[in-house]
């Protein structure tokens, strides 16, 4: 019975590698029919899009991405979310958790230049707080198209502590697609450390207005 086992595992490693080994063939074998011509024209495909990357860096760095950056005014706000498709907008008071979350989205906003980043003091936002609902601090609005869609509310999705990773707030971020993961727009190294961004203070991982 166990040699009838083998046997039948055996061959459907076998088939497996096989089926690989065919596809394999087709690649090279397609690969091998391109001419010049063929050739030049999946150049010039490739050229276009990264003609076309560049020009939304260039037009996603005119508008401020790339930085994480303080706005002091509601009309700011406003401004920000009509020109770019995707913010992340912290809404903080000067306490332990905002600077906690200050530190992963100063790192965040360099990796995703394709979202731009930014905080504003909620205490100097009454409008913006009350039409937003921001209660709890640190308030993390997710905004695509000019409306917010979802939040980062303290730390609770984060593991309840301020102790949680980069990597961790931006897979929140990315489950929101907020920003990308992957992607020519996506500045992100493929392989990176986790990062934590606590130096032993101990603090409540929210603050409630």
């Known amino acids: 019975m166990a040699n009838k086992v083998q ?62 950056t303080e706005i002091f005014s509601e009309k700011d706000f406003f401004t920000i979310v009509k020109a770019s498709d995707r913010v992340v907008c912290h809404f903080y008071r000067e306490n332990w958790p905002c600077k906690v979350v200050d530190k992963h989205l100063g790192i965040l906003a360099k990796q995703h230049i394709e979202t731009r980043f930014i905080k504003i003091q909620a205490e100097k936002s009454p409008f913006l707080a009350e039409k937003l609902k921001i209660v709890v601090l640190p308030t993390i609005a997710l905004i695509k198209n000019a409306k917010v869609d979802d939040y980062v509310v303290g730390f609770n999705e984060l593991g309840g502590t301020d102790d949680f990773s980069t990597e961790e707030l931006e897979e929140r971020l990315s489950r929101a697609q907020v920003i990308f993961l992957e992607g020519e727009s996506s500045l992100k190294p493929s392989k990176q450390q986790t990062r934590n961004v606590r130096h032993g203070s101990k603090s409540q991982d929210s603050d409630s207005e």
């Open 7 to 68: 046997e039948i595992i055996e061959q459907q490693v076998l088939t497996v590698a096989k089926a690989v080994e065919d596809k394999i063939d087709d690649e090279i074998a397609a690969l091998e029919k391109l001419d010049l011509d063929d050739i030049e024209v999946l150049r010039e495909r490739r050229l276009q899009r990264m003609k076309k990357m560049a020009e939304k860096r260039t037009r996603w760095v005119a508008l401020g991405h790339g930085e994480y």
